[in-house]
């Protein structure tokens, strides 16, 4: 694997496929729509719209109140999450040694849907280190989050690489990938099921992270 030294890029998505997030986020959001006396939603309902931006996923559970309400409910959740709900966060087993054995053949990226005060602190409560990547973006630090391809192309800019993986949990993940023109693995550590992972048609899909190296191995 020497000739590939550093030559592609790993972007990884964060919730869901480095650390457990889902829980956290449920609960600030469950907490967030009672605040704003929103009707109450099941956790099925808030995991089927997960992974996109929190104001898409607000949107789309209450498609008829307004943007300011919306900013104002995506406000509240985000400091409920920060200040008490993070704590849910819990690390993928497989994770931090994943990422520690494929640092040394590549370059690694973090693109994340969150903003980037709530991908430190996530990081932080899934005892992942930071350094390990050599870029994290957040959706704040682009103009369109995924399924849009910008957090992946700023990352091959600043990087200065264009091959590589997209590595995700998420629909959302694959399709960015694919607008990226880069290779994808999903990853079943997330809400959406195989099947519906499966038609996104991935390069691959894994069940766990600890399959990722032997993976990459082979594809070399």
Request: glycine letters at 4%.
């Amino acid at each position: 694997m020497k000739s590939v030294l550093h030559k592609e890029i790993l972007c990884f998505d964060m919730d869901n496929t480095l650390v457990y997030a889902a829980n956290a986020h449920v609960l600030a959001f469950k907490k967030a729509f009672a605040k704003h006396k929103l009707k109450k939603k099941t956790n099925k309902q808030i995991l089927n719209q997960f992974s996109q931006v929190s104001h898409t996923l607000v949107h789309k559970l209450y498609p008829k109140i307004s943007e300011k309400e919306v900013k104002a409910v995506v406000k509240t959740h985000d400091r409920i999450f920060l200040t008490e709900t993070k704590k849910k966060v819990k690390p993928i087993k497989a994770a931090k040694n994943t990422l520690h054995k494929l640092r040394k053949q590549y370059k690694l990226a973090l693109v994340s849907n969150g903003k980037r005060k709530e991908i430190n602190a996530t990081l932080k409560q899934g005892k992942i280190n930071p350094k390990l990547f050599s870029s994290i973006l957040g959706n704040d630090q682009v103009k369109h989050p995924k399924p849009a391809p910008d957090e992946i192309i700023k990352t091959e800019h600043l990087l200065k690489i264009k091959k590589g993986y997209m590595i995700g949990d998420s629909i959302y993940d694959i399709r960015a990938g694919k607008r990226a023109k880069l290779r994808t693995i999903a990853v079943c550590t997330g809400p959406d099921t195989k099947n519906k992972l499966k038609k996104e048609k991935p390069t691959r899909i894994i069940k766990s992270l600890a399959q990722l190296p032997a993976l990459l191995s082979q594809s070399h």
